[in-house]
């Protein structure tokens, strides 16, 4: 599997390189959905983010593992199944992913009293 070239940043900005490893609409959602509920079927995170495709879901998931953030086990059975993981590198991203959804927790009637 060809690796994501990410590892460019000109800026020197250590927030730029965590946004690379977790930037896309869904990467932040997936990595909370594994870090709290451990290894997860494609179906299940599917099932737990409704507004995101299975295609964009298995792009995102795709993306995180050529970054080594998640772990991917497919098992040869009948039906196959394919199951999802943090890595321990993705386990490094649980104060990161914990303190937005803390942000999103605390501020999230702001946020819908702003949208109106």
Not at 56 to 66: D, I, P, V, Y
Request: aromatic share 8%; charged share 20%.
């Amino acid at each position: 599997m060809k690796k994501r070239e990410i590892y460019n940043r000109q800026t020197g900005c250590s927030v730029e390189n965590t946004v690379q490893f977790i930037s896309g609409k869904w990467k932040s959602v997936i990595m909370y959905h594994l870090l709290n509920n451990s290894t997860q079927r494609f179906g299940q995170l599917n099932a737990k983010i409704p507004s995101c495709t299975p295609r964009m879901l298995a792009r995102q998931l795709n993306e995180l593992e050529q970054d080594g953030l998640v772990e991917k086990h497919v098992y040869e059975t009948v039906p196959m199944v394919t199951d999802y993981s943090a890595t321990t590198f993705g386990q490094s991203l649980v104060p990161v992913i914990t303190a937005m959804s803390e942000w999103g927790d605390k501020y999230n009637a702001l946020a819908k009293a702003h949208a109106k």
